[in-house]
Every structure is written in structure tokens, then in C-alpha cells.
T-cell receptor, first 116, second 114 residues
Framework: AQKITQTQPGMFVQEKEAVTLDCTYD???????LFWYKQPSSGEMIFLIY??????QNATEGRYSLNFQKARKSANLVISASQLGDSAMYFC?????????????FGTGTSLTVIP | DSGVTQTPKHLITATGQRVTLRCSPR?????VYWYQQSLDQGLQFLIQ???????AKGNILERFSAQQFPDLHSELNLSSLELGDSALYFC?????????????FGPGTRLTVT
């Protein structure tokens, strides 16, 4: 089974609107970390946000928030007030056994296009 | 600029050859991670070092090896190269005490095996 599933290959959003990028994960561990990364067309990778499995509150970093639903094993990324610069590939990832000591699993990514 | 440097930026080599990719982490970061991104395999975690010691291992082939030196820079060695090794290789660093999950990525090394 896939450890990380991103079911939206491509998404479009109007500038200034909010958008949700879906991510589901599969693990039997109690301790794990969930990550989102952004990759613009220029190719660099940018860390966006992190959620630990024991964190009770949803993580937020500026316009990014992670909608963490543990029972459903989902970790959706919400981008508020989309900007043209948000157009990029977005990858969801998981690390089992808390954040260190174990390998990362990545999803296949979602391509987001922000429309003016 | 993330503060993580990788050299070279591009590398073209032939099958069967050996190459070394270099990564210098951000000042003060103790962890270095290596990732491979290819069209076939997507993004894959290869290996992590922390302060000179191997911390975690991912989908790293036996033909690949890595190390982290006392000055904390890291090298990824790829040998007996195959066409399928063509990919973008990223390194990242982390380990600020209060946000040790936050990784900063280098610009990547684009490897083309012909």
C-alpha cells in the first residue's frame, strides 16, 4: 500500500481564494510526522509546514495551515488568499517514528495553478 | 537563498562511471539529508547524517554511499552509474534546536547519465 497518497494531480484556484490540497497517509505507528513541501518551476524545494502526530492543534505557518484529521489519516494543506507565486508542485510526506531516525515517504505531488 | 550549497549544479557522465556530489549545510545545522527526484521514481529519501553519523537510511542503492565530514559537509558517491540514475539530487539540512523538523534545501545537482 502507498504510504502517502495525493489524489489531485492538478488543481486550479483563483487568486485570493483559498485552496485545499489533499493528502492521506498510511501507517500503523503512533508516532509520526507529516510534512508539506513546495517546488516551483525553478526546481528548488521549500519546506512549508510540519505536523507531529501528537500535536493536538493544527499546524499553521502564515498562509499555510495543515488540516490534520488523525482518525481519517488525512493531512490536507490549506493555502489561504492564494497568490500567483503559489503556483507550484506541492508534495506531502511522512516520517514514521517521529521526525528522526526513519525514512521519509513522499506522495506524487499536486500541481497547483493560481489564475489571475 | 536557503544557505545550503550543492556542487556541481549539473553533471553529465557516462554509464559505469562514478561521481561525487557535495553538500554544505547551513551554518550550525548538524543534520544533512539526501534525496533523489526522478521522473520514474518521484521523490525518494536516500539517507540522513547527524553530526557525522548515519541517522536514517531510505531507498539508497548499494552502489551509492554517503558520508558527513567533521566540518559537517556531506558527499554522496554514486558508482557504476546507470541510465536510471539520471535525476535531480537534493540535499537538505536541519537541526536548529527549536524547529529541528524544518529542512532547508540546496538548489540540487542535476545528474545526467548517458
Amino acid at each position: 500500500a502507498q504510504k502517502i497518497t495525493q489524489t489531485q494531480p492538478g488543481m486550479f484556484v483563483q487568486e485570493k481564494e483559498a485552496v485545499t490540497l489533499d493528502c492521506t497517509y498510511d501507517t500503523s505507528d503512533q508516532s509520526y510526522g507529516l510534512f508539506w513541501y513546495k517546488q516551483p518551476s525553478s526546481g528548488e524545494m521549500i519546506f512549508l509546514i510540519y505536523q507531529g502526530s501528537y500535536d493536538e492543534q493544527n499546524a499553521t505557518e502564515g498562509r499555510y495551515s495543515l488540516n490534520f484529521q488523525k482518525a481519517r489519516k488525512s493531512a490536507n494543506l490549506v493555502i489561504s488568499a492564494s497568490q500567483l507565486g503559489d503556483s507550484a508542485m506541492y508534495f506531502c510526506a511522512m516520517r514514521e517514528g517521529y521526525w528522526t531516525g526513519n525514512q521519509f515517504y513522499f506522495g506524487t505531488g499536486t500541481s497547483l495553478t493560481v489564475i489571475p | 537563498d536557503s544557505g545550503v550549497t550543492q556542487t556541481p549544479k549539473h553533471l553529465i557522465t557516462a554509464t559505469g562511471q562514478r561521481v561525487t556530489l557535495r553538500c554544505s549545510p547551513r551554518s550550525g545545522d548538524l543534520s544533512v539529508y539526501w534525496y533523489q527526484q526522478s521522473l520514474d521514481q518521484g521523490l525518494q529519501f536516500l539517507i540522513q547524517y547527524y553530526n557525522g553519523e548515519e541517522r536514517a537510511k531510505g531507498n539508497i542503492l548499494e552502489r551509492f554511499s554517503a558520508q558527513q565530514f567533521p566540518d559537517l559537509h556531506s558527499e554522496l558517491n554514486l558508482s557504476s552509474l546507470e541510465l536510471g540514475d539520471s535525476a535531480l539530487y537534493f540535499c537538505a539540512s536541519s537541526a536548529r534546536r527549536d524547529r529541528d523538523y524544518e529542512q532547508y534545501f540546496g538548489p540540487g545537482t542535476r545528474l545526467t547519465v548517458t
